[in-house]
């Protein structure tokens, strides 16, 4: 076999198992790419990279890292989404750079962003006033969000004198089925509360996949079974 059809050969073959990985890593990996994500995205491109034209290298050897190489992007989402601990250490956790129109210096560093980046991506969502913003936040896939103050969420709530909701950021109460005690106590929250919220609606600490007190002041609950409950008022 010449080298040429060889290298055809590989190419074709490096294309369908890079096109089954993506198929088996499922879209969330490929739409919202965190740290480990990247680095595993690095690793099976020079891999297949390698087997399509690297003739030097067995086709056998590329095609068991790249299943390696797989097998820990499955496992570690797996585990992630078995374990909030777990969660936070592979993939980390949201900083927040702006509150209440303050720069956050320290989370800033912490996040990697300089004034200049911070800048433009505000001014890519038509904000140049940075009093303007009550909430920036980095997710852990690098993208920022931003929550405006309430004031500045639009003209017709100024102009039409409408009352203007107090925003604040959300607090997650229940992940996984574990109530989150750092959470609680950070913003005053007594246990006795949650549990009695989750007794109103006949549900048990465990039936909660999800709990939190919305943006609005808002308790939403979303069971195992996907049943979200009416949300009610946070007294």
Do not use: C
Not at 49 to 67: G, Q
Not at 74 to 99: C, D, F, H, M, Q
Not at 159 to 185: C, F, S, V, W
């Amino acid at each position: 076999m010449s080298e040429h059809v060889e290298i055809i050969i590989r190419s074709f073959l490096a294309f369908s198992i890079l096109l089954v990985g993506a198929r088996l890593l499922g879209k969330q990996t490929i739409s919202q790419m965190n740290v480990l994500d990247f680095i595993i995205a690095i690793s099976i491109g020079a891999i297949t990279a390698n087997l399509s034209f690297n003739l030097s290298v067995k086709i056998h050897h590329s095609i068991l890292a790249f299943s390696i190489f797989v097998t820990v992007s499955i496992l570690t989402s797996y585990i992630s989404l078995k374990s909030y601990r777990a969660r936070n250490w592979i993939t980390g956790n949201p900083t927040v750079v702006i509150e209440n129109g303050k720069i956050l210096e320290k989370n800033m560093r912490k996040a990697r962003y300089n004034l200049n980046e911070l800048n433009q991506l505000l001014r890519e969502r038509e904000i140049f006033n940075i009093e303007e913003v009550l909430y920036a936040i980095v997710e852990t896939n690098g993208k920022m969000n931003v929550l405006k103050k309430p004031e500045y969420q639009g003209v017709t709530k100024q102009d039409i004198k409408a009352p203007l909701i107090k925003n604040r950021l959300p607090i997650e109460l229940i992940m996984d089925g574990k109530i989150l005690d750092k959470n609680l106590t950070d913003n005053h929250i007594q246990e006795k509360w949650l549990l009695r919220e989750l007794n109103k609606r006949n549900l048990k600490q465990t039936d909660v996949f999800y709990a939190v007190i919305s943006a609005t002041n808002k308790l939403f609950i979303n069971t195992y079974h996907n049943q979200v409950q009416q949300p009610a008022n946070v007294e």
